[in-house]
């Protein structure tokens, strides 16, 4: 029986080669391809994959918490994520929100395709590049702690500025974002820092140290979610 699987990435060149790559390998199935969060709930949900290949980035929602989401609406359906961050913060994000699968874009296709064996079949797995350090984290091997590890990179950046006053117009400017994207973003952070107001964001982020060496330019802007 072939592995279905759902491939979600907002660029096409990505979705195009991970689907040249299924079709050409006996024993996997490309169900779809897609580029959004709100596409990847739904396939996941009404196609029934074995496995989704997630993107962290997605112009409509963080793939970390598109996970979190497939997994509570689908548990059956195994994730991989395929990204270009090796940091440890983003990797056991990914692993809390129920990713058994973490791979490098840039690797050679025959580790994506173990990758997505391994998943299937219920096993877990990590690109070589980040297991080592990651598997130390996991233990407690590192002394110094990660503030809001579940935040992925982007969000990170996101919540930095919004810690140093800046407005989303203005954290849209700063990181050549859409206001929309940017609203995204903020929509889960306050999620993950399970916060319901700006100025609570903002109290969180500075007691873990952000936003003071943030440029404060444009931070009269209109504070506002």
């Known amino acids: 029986m072939n592995v279905r699987v759902v491939v979600v990435d907002d660029h096409a060149i990505v979705r195009e080669g991970l689907r040249a790559l299924l079709v050409a390998t006996h024993g996997f199935e490309l169900v779809a391809s897609v580029g959004t969060g709100a596409e990847a709930l739904r396939c996941a949900v009404a196609d029934h994959p074995d496995v989704l290949v997630l993107d962290v980035n997605l112009p409509d929602a963080s793939g970390i918490e598109i996970a979190h989401q497939v997994r509570r609406a689908a548990p059956h359906v195994g994730i991989v994520m395929l990204t270009m961050y090796d940091d440890e913060a983003t990797v056991l994000?990914?692993?809390?929100?129920?990713?058994?699968?973490?791979?490098?874009?840039g690797a050679d296709p025959d580790e994506v395709i173990r990758a997505i064996a391994a998943v299937a079949s219920g096993s877990a797995i990590l690109s070589p590049e980040v297991a080592s350090r990651t598997l130390a984290a996991m233990a407690g091997t590192r002394a110094e702690q990660?503030?809001?590890?579940?935040?992925?990179?982007?969000?990170?950046?996101?919540l930095n500025l919004i810690a140093a006053g800046l407005g989303n117009a203005t954290?849209?400017?700063?990181l050549d974002l859409s206001p929309r994207t940017v609203g995204n973003h903020v929509t889960s952070i306050f999620a993950k820092l399970n916060v319901?107001?700006?100025?609570?964001?903002i109290v969180a982020a500075r007691e873990a140290g952000l936003g003071f060496a943030a440029d404060p330019r444009g931070s009269g802007d209109q504070i506002r979610r």
Do not use: D, S
């Open 146 to 158: 990660v503030p809001f590890a579940t935040l992925t990179p982007r969000e990170r950046e996101v």
């Open 171 to 174: 954290i849209a400017a700063r």
């Open 196 to 201: 319901a107001t700006r100025a609570q964001a």
């Open 93 to 105: 994000a990914a692993m809390r929100a129920g990713a058994m699968g973490y791979v490098l874009k």
